[in-house]
């Protein structure tokens, strides 16, 4: 261990489907975020911890900010723009393919609020654009905020993210070790098992049925004879259009969605698993306050 430890909190805030949780995840090492290029996949923060001899930086993951359509919507937006106000520094992450937008005009206005706390500007996807278009993004959105640091990368590939880490704890206070040195995120198995499944959901699932899409664990339990973990979990829909997309014919999707999301979680757990999900319809879930609490959505104060 180092004689001065660094700590500290870093929000990383854009749009929807930017590559915030494949960031995350190279970060540290291991999937804790999953993944979709549908936009909004993320609806809560997810914390990946990074610890190294002589820093630990806790990385936020927050929801893509973007115009909400109900209330779910408006939580995740709630959620992303209040991380503002209780990190010491923020990662603005831009899509270098996709370019400048109105999403980037209102976040970027949110931003000028922020006082004091160093906001680096990470531009994204660089391995799919030319680098003149690079110069022309860093000269576009240096025009619209002073940022403490203009980092081009590529989350996927890796480009970049090293020097990224090291500029990171220059601008970090000397702090406390906040999580245990081998502990890589804070939410609990449950929650992260739950959106396993659901990237599964994501991934085989098209048009009206991803964003009505949530999970509940309702039980971990291990088998005392073959000493194999047994899930149950609840996908739970809005519509029973959707519940049968879900199933498919014979069952087949929902087949497939368990199969993949288990090889999965054996791979997050380092055991065997025993997958049981089912799915049930509850109306219009995503604008009833007590559904959003019921299925982990708590209530987040503006």
Do not use: C
């Amino acid at each position: 261990m180092s004689d001065v430890f660094k700590s500290g909190f870093v929000a990383i805030v854009g749009r929807p489907n930017v590559g915030k949780s494949t960031l995350l995840n190279q970060i540290i090492g291991q999937k804790i975020a999953i993944m979709s290029d549908k936009a909004q996949t993320t609806r809560n923060k997810i914390q990946g911890v990074y610890t190294t001899n002589d820093a630990q930086v806790v990385f936020i993951d927050t929801p893509g900010i973007h115009k909400p359509k109900h209330k779910l919507g408006d939580f995740m937006v709630r959620v992303a723009l209040n991380t503002f106000r209780e990190v010491d520094m923020i990662f603005f992450v831009i899509d270098a393919e996709a370019g400048y937008g109105r999403g980037d005009e209102f976040i970027i206005e949110k931003l000028k609020r922020v006082e004091e706390t160093p906001i680096f500007l990470l531009i994204n996807k660089i391995d799919l654009v030319q680098p003149e278009a690079l110069l022309d993004l860093i000269a576009k959105y240096s025009e619209l905020l002073d940022f403490e640091e203009i980092v081009p990368i590529s989350a996927l590939q890796g480009n970049n993210v090293e020097t990224l880490l090291v500029e990171t704890t220059k601008h970090l206070a000397e702090g406390p070790m906040y999580y245990p040195e081998d502990q890589i995120t804070d939410h609990p198995e449950r929650f992260i098992i739950g959106e396993l499944i659901r990237e599964q959901v994501l991934k085989f699932t098209h048009e009206e049925v991803p964003h009505s899409v949530a999970v509940v664990i309702e039980g971990i339990e291990t088998n005392p004879e073959t000493q194999k973990l047994h899930i149950m979990a609840q996908i739970i829909v809005e519509r029973s259009t959707q519940k049968g997309i879900l199933i498919g014919k014979q069952g087949q999707m929902l087949k497939q969605i368990g199969m993949r999301a288990r090889k999965e979680i054996e791979l997050l757990l380092g055991s065997k698993v025993y997958l049981e999900i089912w799915v049930k319809v509850q109306k219009g879930w995503r604008d009833k306050e007590h559904y959003l609490h019921d299925f982990g959505f708590d209530h987040d104060e503006s």
